[in-house]
Nanobody, 121 residues
């Protein structure tokens, strides 16, 4: 199996910064796309940022210029640097990874358990 474990969430004042990390472990041959999603209370889960294995990135409009996604392929880790945080960024943040478990297998999608980010005004 494959496990994703997030860390780095917490409580921060508006304008502050946090860095989230997500480490993948287990039966991994190759990790392709990785991403961060978030879900605020009473709202649907939304895609925050994605990064390909080669480093191509995309962001939701509301975080462009404030958040940066990056990855370390050697460590099977994806990061989300969040700057200039706003109260509306408050949510549980989940990482997601498309993982192939062998050379012949297709990608399966795996999720972490989530980490809470709370931004106070």
């Amino acid at each position: 199996q494959v496990q994703l474990v997030e860390s780095g969430g917490g409580l921060v004042q508006a304008g502050g910064s946090l860095r989230l990390s997500c480490v993948a472990s287990g039966s991994i041959f190759r990790i392709n796309n990785m991403g961060w999603h978030r879900q605020a209370p009473g709202k649907q889960r939304e895609l925050v940022a994605t990064i390909s294995r080669g480093g191509s990135t995309s962001y939701m409009d509301s975080v462009k210029g404030r958040f940066t996604i990056s990855r370390d392929n050697a460590k099977n880790t994806v990061y989300l640097q969040m700057n200039s945080l706003k109260p509306e960024d408050t949510a549980v943040y989940y990482c997601n990874a498309a993982v192939s478990r062998s050379m012949m297998s297709v990608d399966d999608s795996y999720w972490g358990q989530g980490t809470q980010v709370t931004v106070s005004s």
